[in-house]
T-cell receptor
Framework: DAGVTQSPTHLIKTRGQHVTLRCSPI?????VSWYQQVLGQGPQFIFQ???????GRGNFPDRFSARQFPNYSSELNVNALLLGDSALYLC???????????FGPGTRLTVT | AQSVAQPEDQVNVAEGNPLTVKCTYS??????LFWYVQYPNRGLQFLLK??????LVKGSYGFEAEFNKSQTSFHLKKPSALVSDSALYFC??????????????FGAGTRLAVHP
């Protein structure tokens, strides 16, 4: 079975630009969560979506937004990029609202 | 506030020896505890979890973890380390009263280096 997939793998953007990251959950999983992992740190929770509704939001500015589509895939959008947004962005899916989360390989975003 | 601490940045162990990676937590409700492993340029792989029940939890790849409520610890262990176990290990907690969403709080990670 395919695991969580994310695209693109790597991305280089300039300060002030906008970026969209995509995630496809494991088949049958209805919950998608997004995490930001800065180099040398553990992942930080950004959002959880379950059944296409936002269920939780971490301590991130409004420049960060997300949505979940009817097929349960998800997009993370970041506006007005800052250098500090450079990180590995991880998507995780779970079959239900709670439970263990299965992570994708991540998207490495570099902001210059 | 909920938090997770991994007191060791790096753990070095010889192949074949037992290994322990330490984790302590602080939550306001019942703790749901997890261990994940991250290999270079890869996402996190789920190893094991503690929700309730036996304090010794068995997981993938021969790993196990011991939950100790009085010490608020959830240390990861393996009886005999392999060189292929070398990776970055993360402990995470979800507060059982987190307000309706599946937020994991991660520690800073411990790099495990297993030497031949």
């Amino acid at each position: 079975d395919a695991g969580v997939t994310q695209s693109p793998t790597h991305l280089i953007k300039t300060r002030g630009q906008h970026v969209t990251l995509r995630c496809s959950p494991i088949s049958g999983h209805k919950s998608v969560s997004w995490y930001q992992q800065v180099l040398g740190q553990g992942p930080q929770f950004i959002f959880q979506y379950y059944e296409k509704e936002e269920r939780g939001r971490g301590n991130f500015p409004d420049r960060f937004s997300a949505r979940q589509f009817p097929n349960y895939s998800s997009e993370l959008n970041v506006n007005a990029l800052l250098l500090g947004d450079s990180a590995l962005y991880l998507c995780a899916s779970s079959p239900a609202r709670y439970g263990e989360q299965y992570f994708g390989p991540g998207t490495r975003l570099t902001v210059t | 506030a909920q938090s997770v601490a991994q007191p060791e940045d790096q753990v070095n162990v010889a192949e074949g020896n037992p290994l322990t990676v330490k984790c302590t937590y602080s939550v306001s409700g019942n703790p749901y505890l997890f261990w994940y492993v991250q290999y270079p340029n890869r996402g996190l792989q789920f190893l094991l979890k503690y929700i309730t029940g036996d304090n010794l939890v068995k997981g993938s790849y021969g790993f196990e973890a011991e939950f100790n409520k009085s010490q608020t610890s959830f240390h990861l262990k393996k009886p005999s380390a392999l060189v292929s176990d070398s990776a970055l290990y993360f402990c995470a907690v979800r507060d059982g009263s987190s307000g309706g969403y599946n937020k994991l709080i991660f520690g800073a990670g411990t790099r495990l280096a297993v030497h031949p």
